[in-house]
């Protein structure tokens, strides 16, 4: 009973497991498609750099979701073992004990001696308690030969599903070590990426401080718009009468900002299909020592001719073209405002409403390059947040 109970919450937890993993092999096969694009350039690029370490944090956590796995699948055996050992002693005390009433049984097999048993009763109340006795063991019989046929069917089951268990394990355990050997394979060629590109030190300066500039330009562009806004929303408060400070917003405004802010976690992301390639935050730079890159937001390379798409539904604040970011789109939702860099071609115009997933653009896809990325920042206020943790984790 106890370990019937329990299996529901085992396998629950396992196919949350398996969940994972399947998830992780998908986004792994599109990191392999993607350096497969990347590396048709024969020039040794930064991308290609971050896609293997996408890849290579990607086979990590696989095989972190295994070993988790592989402990739940041998706490389940060690339990099954203890049932079956437990079923096995029952079974022993259940024929024992049949045994016994069998012996007694065949002493007093005869219905004379059962008849004799009633008759020789005191009075007919004994007489009675007699005759319900000998019916009460006669039922007791069956009750414990069906009680020893049901232990061992019980007893079969498990053994038979403590085998397919193990069988299990060993199918983990061995594709657990083709990741593991997969993974320092990866690993190695990351250092060999990371040593041919040290030779390329000036090169990358250069291009890391065009990078640095764009950054700078998109976000004062940013940062305008939003006091522009902020100052807006302020003489319209105002002249109703209210002088809030902070962003002030329309009923509808709220209304937005809120849905906005209770779907964090569950925002859609800002392509079909993408590996996030650099994260949110401060973070030293890949190849050069002493440098570290500060990102606004984050980048996510998809495929080449992918279009990006609006994570929740708003009006596009402003459309405008920042020389190494491409055409930027940034979208307001109420207090919190989404910014969508890296297109070559843009769909949308100042003032437009948008709906969810609705596509802004195509995103730039360099000559001779397969390098396609879209950069995603949102911003609350004129705070900057991390838009790993709003949009769906995968």
Known sequence: MLLLSASPSFSQTKKELEQKKKKLQKEIRLTNKLLKETRKNKDLSVDELLKL??????????????????????????????EI?????????????????????????????????????KNVNQAYKRLKYIQQYSQYRKG????????????????ETLKQTSQEKTVLVSLKEQEKQNLAIEKAEQEVIVQKLQGKEQELKDKLRKKETAKRKLQKAIQRIIEAEIRKAREAAKKAGNNSKGFPMT????????????NKGKLPWPVKQGVITAQFGKHPHPVLEGIVINN?????????????????????????????????????HGEYLTVYSYMSNVFVSKGDKIGIKQELGLLINEAGKAKTQVHLEIWKGMTKLNPKYWIFRK
């Open 296 to 332: 606004n937001g984050i980048d996510i390379s998809t495929t080449k001719g992918a279009t990006s798409r609006a994570i929740f539904e708003g009006v596009v604040s402003s459309v405008a073209i920042i020389p190494g970011e491409g055409k930027v789109v940034m979208i307001r």
């Open 85 to 121: 050992s437990e079923l096995a002693n029952e079974l022993v005390h259940l024929k024992t004990e049949y045994a016994k009433i069998i012996y007694y049984a065949f002493k007093h097999r005869s219905s004379y001696d059962k008849m004799m048993f009633v008759f020789a009763s």
């Open 53 to 82: 370490k996408s890849k290579i944090n990607l086979r990590s956590n696989l095989i972190d979701a295994m070993s988790s796995e592989l402990r739940l699948i041998t706490n389940n055996i060690n339990t099954r073992k203890e």
């Open 251 to 262: 009923p509808e405004a709220l209304k937005l900002s809120k849905s906005f802010a209770s």
């Open 144 to 159: 414990q030969a069906t009680e020893i046929v049901n232990t061992q069917g019980l007893l079969k089951l498990q053994i």
